[in-house]
């Protein structure tokens, strides 16, 4: 009885590891991002994870960005789901950079923008096509020449 009792507490073990294994979390996805925004100093991380929708779900965050400061926006997609996160930044009604350019199609993992006024800007998340998706978005600041 004790050799059933084991081998299951073994199997269940090894389920619950190759089941946590595949998961990819928010704190690799962040690790991840901070390897591609190298050369920046890290200020935040956004954690964003949204399900699918038509119209598209949107997350909006909130950020104050100091003038004559360049900062880089990096975003990482989990491989766990099919969405592809596209980060928008806006002043007011006008958005001033992306991650996803439509007219070529292309998708950038970062993007640098130098502030050119103190103030209070949103960070738009969604993921393209409406799909479901979990990314990381980084906020850091990097040196100007």
């Given amino acids: 009885m004790k050799r059933i009792l084991f081998a299951f507490s073994i199997l269940v073990f090894g389920l619950v590891l190759t089941n946590s294994a595949k998961a990819q979390s ?3 996805l962040v690790q991840i991002c901070g390897m591609i925004a190298k050369e920046a100093t890290f200020l935040k991380d956004f954690r964003i994870k949204l399900d699918a929708g038509d119209p598209p779900p949107v997350q909006r965050i909130p950020v104050i960005l100091k003038k004559d400061v360049k900062y880089r926006f990096t975003v990482c997609n989990s491989k766990d789901f ?3 996160v596209i980060l928008q930044l806006y002043d007011n ?3 001033l950079a992306t991650t996803y350019v439509i007219a ?3 998708d950038y993992p ?3 923008w130098v502030c ?3 103030g209070a800007y949103h960070l738009f998340f969604t993921f393209r096509d409406g799909k479901a998706g979990l990314a990381v978005g980084l906020l850091s600041m990097v040196e100007m020449m």
Wanted: proline fraction near 0%.
């Fill in 110 to 112: 970062s993007i640098d």
């Fill in 82 to 84: 099919e969405g592809k």
């Fill in 116 to 118: 050119s006024k103190t």
């Fill in 104 to 106: 070529s199609g292309k």
């Fill in 26 to 28: 928010e704190e690799e």
């Fill in 93 to 95: 009604n006008r958005m």
